[in-house]
């Protein structure tokens, strides 16, 4: 059912904002990026919680705190978590398109898929990882 699928993306968004919050101690040469990253989270957040109320949902509250895939403790790990938040934003939305028809939805899951896979492509390229960007964004590798 899309709801369900729109809230687990939703969790997501509140994932990604926590983790951009988490890394801005550590990534202040990056302060634009990150607080770009964050405001867009934000919005997509804001847009999805109001999707769900106007379904007739109540939006999952987020969680007190989130934990990263590997500690974040300086600017190499906290890009790191930055590219993961991305990336499972990826896939919730993914799982958004593979199971809704309705075109206004599909819209904003694709809008949202596409802007989280060009956010973790920048987070990989300036952690040097290799290759920056992945062929089919939200699709588990392996």
Not at 43 to 48: C, E, V, Y
Not at 64 to 74: E, G, R
Request: proline content about 7%.
């Amino acid at each position: 059912m899309s709801v369900d699928a729109v809230q687990t993306a939703l969790g997501t968004e509140h994932a990604a904002v926590w983790t951009y919050g988490l890394v801005s101690a550590f990534l202040g040469n990056q302060a634009a990026a990150v607080a770009e990253g964050a405001n867009a989270h934000r919005a997509r957040r804001d847009l999805t919680e109001r999707w769900l109320k106007d379904h007739g949902a109540t939006p999952n509250p987020p969680a007190a705190a989130y934990l990263p895939p590997s500690p974040v403790s300086d600017g190499p790990s906290a890009l790191a978590a930055l590219a993961a938040a991305e990336q499972d934003t990826c896939a919730a939305w993914r799982g958004v398109l593979e199971r809704t028809d309705e075109p206004g939805l599909r819209t904003s899951a694709l809008e949202a898929l596409t802007t989280a896979a060009v956010r973790a492509t920048r987070w990989r390229k300036i952690a040097g990882t290799s290759p920056a960007s992945i062929t089919m964004p939200g699709v588990a590798s392996g």
